[in-house]
């Protein structure tokens, strides 16, 4: 789960890390209010769950409250990378002398989580990752052990950081720490922690992404949700405990099985297609899951053909059939469907499904194959 800016900053500021001062408005009126009550000049910043809303134009200095309220009127009807902007945060303006990344996360190979700092912040990090690695500075944190006070200071040595601002950002560095321990945190990342022109570290932005694993434990936490902005089709997925994740492809699949949707999704590729979803319906999905999964893919503008990719095992293929037809009789796709059911009950699956004009296949590479020249333009490959 993606935390929004203004969330993530106020988790940090609990573990002592340096915010701006700054509300959230959901009107141009509120960040007129809000920008006099700072005193002036103030920076707008579109709250979606999305980078990139430096570039986009969701970020913007205001001089005075009157310029925030027009700023805040064309940023609260902007749509960025098509999520509409609801609420902007009013942060009063710093004066920004350096630019710091500073960030953890969970290093798997490592087993452990990361802490990465730059001198090189503000810009994304994975550009200075492709583009000049070397100032990337990165240790590794021992869970049980903590983040210590020489690798705080080993980051600060390694970025260059003036030796004035070495306590306060190890406070920092063990604040992050701390918020993403305690908060079961994948990610948390401040891009930019900056030194101001009068010599103060503040964190500009932030950005925390939760294990959904662990929300259970984290009642406070599971509330933040923003269900007005997330994608329909992951709030949908989540309703009927289907792992879904969109991808850019046009082969709609659906698979059981998380290793079964990892291969199909491979085997689409290794025939030069393109899955437009990872989507795994899990053990004995009954026909309403099927359904939903089934309506998932098929909202998706993008997908050109659907591979159905069934093992039956505790999963019963004719309630698998069943749940596409419901979904069928529905949605009513244009879209070709190519099926390939194994396993129990195959045999009724397949009958049910007879008269539902798909595509069948016998084996995975034959059903991949069938899906990816379904997708082709006519004449091609056909
Ligand atoms: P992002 O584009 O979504 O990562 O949003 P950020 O909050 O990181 O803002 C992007 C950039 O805008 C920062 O790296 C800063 O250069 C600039 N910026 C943000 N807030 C301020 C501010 O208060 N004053 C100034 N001068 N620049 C700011
Ligand atoms: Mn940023």
Same mark, same amino acid.
Request: glycine share 10%; hydrophobic share 45%; proline share 4%.
């Given at each position: 789960?993606?935390?929004?800016?203004?969330?993530?900053?106020?988790?940090?500021?609990?573990?002592?890390?340096?915010?701006?001062?700054?509300?959230?408005?959901?009107?141009?009126?509120?960040?007129?209010?809000?920008?006099?009550?700072?005193?002036?000049?103030?920076?707008?910043?579109?709250?979606?769950?999305?980078?990139?809303?430096?570039?986009?134009?969701?970020?913007?200095?205001?001089?005075?409250?009157?310029?925030?309220?027009?700023?805040?009127?064309?940023?609260?009807?902007?749509?960025?990378?098509?999520?509409?902007?609801?609420?902007?945060?009013?942060?009063?303006?710093?004066?920004?002398?350096?630019?710091?990344?500073?960030?953890?996360?969970?290093?798997?190979?490592?087993?452990?989580?990361?802490?990465?700092?730059?001198?090189?912040?503000?810009?994304?990090?994975?550009?200075?990752?492709?583009?000049?690695?070397?100032?990337?500075?990165?240790?590794?944190?021992?869970?049980?052990?903590?983040?210590?006070?020489?690798?705080?200071?080993?980051?600060?040595?390694?970025?260059?950081?003036?030796?004035?601002?070495?306590?306060?950002?190890?406070?920092?560095?063990?604040?992050?720490?701390?918020?993403?321990?305690?908060?079961?945190?994948?990610?948390?990342?401040?891009?930019?922690?900056?030194?101001?022109?009068?010599?103060?570290?503040?964190?500009?932005?932030?950005?925390?992404?939760?294990?959904?694993?662990?929300?259970?434990?984290?009642?406070?936490?599971?509330?933040?949700?923003?269900?007005?902005?997330?994608?329909?089709?992951?709030?949908?997925?989540?309703?009927?405990?289907?792992?879904?994740?969109?991808?850019?492809?046009?082969?709609?699949?659906?698979?059981?099985?998380?290793?079964?949707?990892?291969?199909? $999704?491979? +085997? *689409?590729?290794?025939?030069?297609?393109?899955? =437009?979803?990872? !989507?795994? #319906?899990? @053990? %004995?999905?009954?026909?309403?899951?099927?359904?939903?999964? $089934?309506? +998932? *893919?098929?909202?998706?503008?993008?997908?050109? =053909?659907?591979? !159905?990719? #069934?093992? @039956? %095992?505790?999963?019963?293929?004719?309630?698998?059939?069943?749940?596409?037809?419901?979904?069928?009789?529905?949605?009513?796709?244009?879209?070709?469907?190519?099926?390939?059911?194994?396993?129990?009950?195959?045999?009724?699956?397949?009958?049910?499904?007879?008269?539902?004009?798909?595509?069948?296949?016998?084996?995975?590479?034959?059903?991949?194959?069938?899906?990816?020249?379904?997708?082709?333009?006519?004449?091609?490959?056909?």
């Amino acid at each position: 789960m993606k935390l929004h800016e203004y969330q993530s900053k106020q988790i940090f500021a609990r573990y002592g890390i340096p915010i701006p001062k700054g509300r959230i408005a959901t009107t141009a009126d509120e960040a007129r209010t809000i920008a006099i009550e700072l005193g002036g000049r103030v920076v707008i910043k579109s709250q979606v769950l999305v980078g990139g809303r430096g570039k986009a134009g969701g970020i913007r200095l205001a001089k005075d409250p009157h310029d925030a309220e027009e700023i805040a009127t064309q940023i609260l009807s902007m749509e960025i990378k098509g999520l509409p902007v609801r609420k902007v945060l009013v942060d009063e303006a710093a004066n920004i002398s350096k630019e710091i990344y500073l960030g953890i996360t969970n290093d798997r190979a490592a087993r452990k989580p990361v802490m990465m700092a730059s001198s090189a912040g503000g810009v994304e990090i994975e550009e200075v990752a492709r583009t000049t690695p070397e100032k990337i500075i990165k240790t590794h944190i021992d869970p049980l052990l903590g983040l210590k006070d020489y690798q705080a200071r080993d980051i600060s040595i390694g970025i260059d950081l003036p030796k004035q601002h070495w306590k306060l950002f190890s406070q920092i560095a063990n604040g992050l720490w701390r918020a993403y321990q305690d908060c079961d945190a994948t990610l948390a990342e401040i891009n930019p922690l900056v030194i101001t022109d009068d010599n103060r570290l503040i964190a500009l932005d932030g950005k925390m992404l939760l294990d959904d694993n662990a929300l259970f434990r984290h009642q406070d936490l599971a509330e933040l949700r923003d269900l007005d902005i997330e994608a329909s089709a992951e709030i949908e997925a989540r309703k009927y405990g289907l792992s879904f994740i969109k991808l850019d492809g046009d082969i709609g699949c659906m698979v059981n099985g998380a290793g079964l949707a990892m291969t199909t $999704m491979d +085997i *689409i590729k290794l025939f030069g297609g393109e899955p =437009a979803n990872f !989507l795994d #319906i899990g @053990g %004995g999905a009954g026909s309403d899951k099927v359904a939903a999964a $089934m309506k +998932i *893919i098929l909202t998706d503008p993008n997908v050109k =053909a659907v591979l !159905l990719n #069934i093992f @039956g %095992g505790i999963t019963r293929c004719d309630e698998v059939a069943r749940g596409i037809l419901v979904a069928l009789d529905e949605v009513k796709p244009k879209v070709p469907m190519v099926v390939r059911l194994v396993g129990t009950n195959a045999e009724e699956g397949r009958q049910l499904l007879l008269d539902a004009n798909m595509i069948t296949a016998d084996t995975l590479a034959d059903a991949a194959q069938k899906a990816v020249r379904a997708v082709q333009p006519l004449g091609i490959g056909r």
